[in-house]
Structures are given as structure tokens and as C-alpha cells.
């Protein structure tokens, strides 16, 4: 249920640096509304990974899907989510006559890799709901190493473009003709990010599976210790669930979300608290909140 501090469910993975678009995870009622308080653009979206098909992370998509063509999206778009998100999709595009002027490619996925390129892989596993739920898993593959520039500088590669080309990986040949090996002036490769962002679920061993060695696990906490006992009736989890799993995971951050109505603005710190008696680094998530991981650290923005 939204509230007047809270809207339903959706967080955007940006990855603008990295591919020049975002990645949106679940797309409650009233999303593209709270989009437009951020910098966020839809022609920017590239692709949409849905966790659950139950309303308060779907109802927003189809009001998206239709303002993304008008917003200047062109580009494809895909959609990932449970068994029966692409009749939902295809039955309210038809029913409100709506028409996208982009290809839109529906993946109903199970478990395993749905998405792999040179970049990026994610995969995906079941959790534990009243209904299909799953998490997912988004690994940066190995980034290029330093650049050495002495290295580069003594092997006569002039200032400019190729410096930048072999820094990005790739040999590079000079005007004398002789061939600059990219792994010869740089340093090793340095790793990449993981971030596991996980649907609504019980507490389960796929959750830690999913999050193991990731840099932020993004959990849902609908409840706290003082009424856990609705936790599992109910098919969540609460502050000390997403912080044991965290815990367990050897993760580096949590970002807890999918906070209970029943919790005001001022409860956040009290959740937190919770959860740092199991994991050092936790944050309440609110909305429009916005986190960085840089250096090895997780960092709220102003």
C-alpha cells in the first residue's frame, strides 16, 4: 500500500556511465509520476526487470510503456519478468488501445542467465512468496586496467585517441606500423560491481545465493522484530531477515526497502539500528533516495 511518504515499488539502476541508459527494477503505480522528480528520462530506459505480478510492482508499466514512445524512446526496450507478464502486457496495450513506437521484447524468465554481453551479466533466481517471486543478480564484468602512460609514453604511443583505445582494451597500431598490445601498458583488470536486488520473499537460501560477495544487497524489510510474527503468513521478511542474509552473503552494503505503511519517516533510524546489531552497513530506503558505491563504500547522496 502506498502512503503519503511512500509510493509502491520501484528503484532505478543507473548505469549511465557505463552504457549510457538505466535499468528500472519493478514499476509500481505511479512511477513515471515520481520519475519526473529526478533526472531520470524514459528514452534513457533501456530494460525493465519485474521481481512479482502483484500490482503494487506492475501497475505502474503500462502508463510508462505508453509515455516512453512520446517521451522520445525509440530505442528497444526489454521487459523481464514471471510467467504471465507478457499476456498482462499484451491484453492492456491491446484493451487501451495503446501503440508503442519502439520494439518492446518481452523474456518470461525461470531461473538462471537471462541477460549476457560484454559489459553485464544478470541472473536470476525463485525466491519465497504467496506468489512467483524472484531476485536478481547484476554483475559488472572486469574493467579494463590502468593505463600505464610511461609504459605507453616509452613504446612512442603520441598523446590523443589511442591512448584511450588502449585503455579501453584494445591494440592499437602506430604510423610506423608497429602494434601497441593494450595488455602491455596497462595494469591488471579491475573488478567490477555486483548488485543483488531481490523481489518480496520470506527469508531463503536462494536470497544469499543471489547475494553472495555482492557489493549492495537490496532486500525488502516490511516488518521489524516487534511484528515478525506477520512476516511469514504474509510472504516477506523483515529488518533482521534482510540483515541476516546480508550477513551471511558476505555482502558490503544493504539497502533495505518494501518499508511497511505502518512505519513513519522518524522509524528509519530505529529499523537501521535493528539491523546493525546482525550487519554494520544498512540503509532505510526512502523515496527519491539515492545511493553511490564508489571506492569500495556505499554513500547516500544529498
Same mark, same amino acid.
Do not use: H, T
Given at each position: 500500500m502506498p502512503s503519503k511518504q511512500r509510493n509502491t515499488s520501484a528503484l532505478a539502476l543507473k548505469l549511465l556511465e557505463e552504457r549510457g541508459t538505466f535499468w528500472l527494477f519493478d514499476c509500481g503505480e505511479a512511477t513515471q509520476h515520481r520519475m519526473l522528480h529526478t533526472t531520470l528520462k524514459p528514452k534513457k530506459l533501456e530494460k525493465i526487470f519485474i521481481t512479482h505480478l502483484h500490482g503494487d510492482h506492475i501497475f505502474g508499466l503500462p502508463g510508462l510503456l505508453g509515455s516512453r514512445g512520446f517521451l522520445g524512446g525509440t530505442e528497444r526496450l526489454d521487459l523481464y519478468g514471471p510467467v504471465g507478464l507478457a499476456e498482462w502486457i499484451e491484453v492492456t496495450l491491446r484493451i487501451s488501445r495503446t501503440h508503442l513506437n519502439y520494439e518492446l521484447a518481452v523474456h518470461e524468465v525461470e531461473e538462471g542467465t537471462v541477460f549476457e554481453d560484454e559489459t553485464f551479466r544478470v541472473e536470476v533466481q525463485p525466491l519465497d512468496h504467496v506468489i512467483p517471486s524472484f531476485g536478481y543478480r547484476i554483475e559488472q564484468k572486469p574493467l579494463p586496467g590502468k593505463l600505464l602512460i610511461d609504459r605507453a609514453t616509452e613504446a612512442g604511443v603520441p598523446k590523443g585517441p589511442l591512448l584511450r583505445e588502449l585503455k579501453e582494451g584494445r591494440d592499437v597500431v602506430l604510423e610506423d606500423g608497429s602494434i601497441i598490445r593494450s595488455g602491455d601498458v596497462t595494469g591488471p583488470p579491475q573488478p567490477g560491481f555486483t548488485v543483488a536486488i531481490l523481489g518480496d520473499t520470506r527469508f531463503t537460501a536462494n536470497s544469499i545465493e543471489l547475494a553472495r560477495g555482492a557489493d549492495i544487497v537490496v532486500h525488502e524489510a516490511t516488518y521489524d522484530g516487534a511484528t515478525a510474527h506477520l512476516a511469514a503468513p504474509y510472504g516477506h521478511s523483515t529488518i533482521l531477515d534482510a540483515a541476516q542474509v546480508a550477513r551471511e552473503a558476505g555482502a558490503g552494503a544493504l539497502i533495505a526497502n518494501h518499508i511497511? =505503511?505502518?512505519? !513513519? *519517516? &522518524? $522509524? =528509519?533510524? /530505529? !529499523?537501521?539500528? &535493528? =539491523?546493525? %546489531? !546482525?550487519? *554494520?552497513?544498512?540503509?532505510?530506503?526512502? %523515496? !527519491?533516495? &539515492?545511493?553511490?558505491? /564508489? $571506492?569500495g563504500q556505499l554513500r547516500r547522496l544529498p
Open positions: 511497511s =505503511a505502518r512505519f !513513519l *519517516p &522518524e $522509524d =528509519a533510524r /530505529k !529499523l537501521a539500528g &535493528e =539491523a546493525a %546489531d !546482525l550487519f *554494520p552497513v544498512v540503509e532505510i530506503a526512502e %523515496d !527519491l533516495a &539515492e545511493f553511490e558505491w /564508489k $571506492d
